[in-house]
């Protein structure tokens, strides 16, 4: 017997209508927070929301309300991470509940005739994404229809963190392409490994001596760096928290040039940038840096739709190199970064703890962060050489930096995270401008292009990078 709907936000008097879908699918009961999951749970109280990830996107083919009753339904049936509800357990710590069926709604939202449904759909987007999920009483999926004289023009959508991550909803949009067309039915009939099933599997024998080995990785590397990243707080008025955007069809063009030369990815090329970039800036070094790394090249999880996505600790030497040889360090170093990010995260907080207190009490400053959310960048193919210096210096003039809506808070001091933009590199900036200022992000972004644009015509060019003087007697190891 299906279970009572859930509790939806979906606007109040906003919504004209509403479907009631049914659902049902496999993996249901009750246990652990997967350590995924456990990590955007206290990113989320952190940061006083629910990270929440989706959008407004406008339905041009012709999709009705009841072909939307259907993705939803699908979603639901077919994602475990999706019947999930969180609640405190008898000890007092976490637990999940995965209803096995159940019932949620898709509104709707129609929209007057001389009305914009582009910017009803907007509206309801950002409420949706400004209001936390009741994730005791209500599904971490909203979704609803906007109508125009009748017809579907947009689609809004608004997943919790705690049951996704970025990766994960590209599986779950390959999937729901692949249906069959007729019976809406998967692909593939098995669903993917669900959030009980894997945080079983990191209680075995097995998942802990992966996170032993996780921790000692992270261990060696904050024992080896030193205690800053950046200077001390300035207070630049406001806003604090800012978002920026920049933009480079040169930096695009060269980070190619130089991966094919290399032998590794842009992804490795635009991180060794970024970290000779923030040395240069702060004089610090080596560059210590947590990059976001996605776990599903893990085997069998390459399908799993909840939040796999964690930090991992990434330590490179920038000084007294070429920057091809920094490339190189990267990306050896990004492999064991890969490879040790994948833990549990309360004892990496005991660890970190731990050595702070050995440290004298000097905790060790992770607050520079690298994400590249393109899916699928791998080694280039050979191209041919640079492209004359003419058309780079045409493409480095097309170059933007432009800021966004600031941010009501920010828990990090500086992140850039590549976006999926074609034919450019598109960077998202986020910053506590009390740690690093607007004009020192505008630098920061111009010298990493000008080093990769530069390292295209020139294999041997130096980072310019000094190494750091020896810390006085008496300080902490």
């Known amino acids: 017997m299906a279970e009572p709907v859930a509790r939806t936000v979906l606007g109040g008097a906003r919504m004209t209508d509403r479907i009631i879908v049914p659902f049902e699918g496999p993996g249901a009961g009750t246990g652990e927070l997967t350590w995924g999951q456990r990590k955007v749970w206290t990113l989320m109280q952190q940061a006083g929301t629910s990270m929440s990830m989706g959008g407004a996107v406008p339905v041009t083919d012709g999709r009705t309300v ?7 339904r699908f979603f639901l049936s077919r994602y475990a991470s999706m019947r999930a509800r969180i609640r405190a357990g008898a000890d007092g710590g976490l637990v999940q509940e995965v209803a096995g069926a159940g019932q949620a709604e898709l509104g709707i939202v129609d929209v007057a005739d001389d009305g914009d449904p582009g910017l009803v759909a907007q509206e309801l987007a950002e409420q949706w994404e400004a209001t936390p999920f009741d994730h005791a009483e209500e599904w971490p999926i909203r979704m609803a229809a906007v109508r125009s004289r009748g ?18 909803i590209a599986v779950m949009l390959g999937e729901l392409s692949e249906r069959d067309p007729v019976t809406g039915e998967p692909k593939n009939p098995a669903s993917a490994m669900g959030p009980l099933e894997l945080a079983a599997l990191q209680r075995t024998p097995s998942g802990q001596r992966q996170n032993e080995f996780s921790l000692r990785h992270w261990e060696r590397l904050l024992r080896a760096a030193g205690p800053r990243r950046f200077g001390p707080r300035v207070d630049r008025g406001e806003p604090r928290y800012r978002l920026g955007f920049f933009e480079s069809r040169a930096l695009h063009l060269a980070s190619k040039v130089v991966a094919a030369r290399v032998g ?17 800036l702060t004089g610090i070094t080596p560059a210590l840096i947590q990059v976001v790394v996605s776990n599903r ?17 990434f330590m490179v030497d920038v000084a007294d190199a070429s920057f091809d040889e920094v490339v190189d360090r990267t990306t050896r170093a990004s ?8 833990y549990d995260p309360e004892q990496l907080e005991e660890l970190r703890a731990r050595v702070d207190r050995e440290r004298g009490g000097e905790g060790v400053e992770l607050s520079c ?26 493409a480095l003039a097309e170059s933007t930096l432009r800021w966004g809506r600031p941010f009501p808070q920010y828990l990090d001091k500086l992140m850039i995270q590549v976006g999926s933009a074609p034919d450019t590199v598109e960077l998202e900036i986020q910053v506590d401008t009390h740690h690093v200022s607007a004009d020192e992000v505008n630098a920061l972004m111009r010298d990493l292009e000008a ?6 015509y020139d294999p041997t060019l130096p980072t310019a990078v000094r190494p750091m003087p020896p810390e006085p007697a008496g300080s902490p190891e």
Not at 151 to 168: E, F, K, L, N, P
Not at 264 to 275: D, M
Not at 297 to 313: C, E, K, Q, T, Y
Not at 371 to 394: F, V
């Open 66 to 72: 009841q072909d939307l009753a259907s993705e939803l």
């Open 151 to 168: 017809a579907v023009t947009h689609v809004v959508v608004m997943i919790s963190h705690v049951a996704t991550d970025g990766s994960g």
């Open 264 to 280: 590794s990815s842009t992804s490795s090329v635009l991180l060794a940038g970024y970290a000779v970039a923030v040395a240069r």
């Open 297 to 313: 090249f893990r085997p069998g999880l390459a399908d799993v739709s909840h939040p796999l996505s964690v930090n991992g600790l």
């Open 335 to 342: 492999a064991l970064c890969s490879k040790y990010a994948y």
């Open 369 to 394: 962060l690298f994400n590249d959310r393109r899916l699928g960048i791998g080694l280039e193919s050979p191209g041919p050489a640079a492209p004359p210096r003419e058309e780079l210096e045409a």
């Open 451 to 456: 080093l990769v644009v530069e390292a295209a």
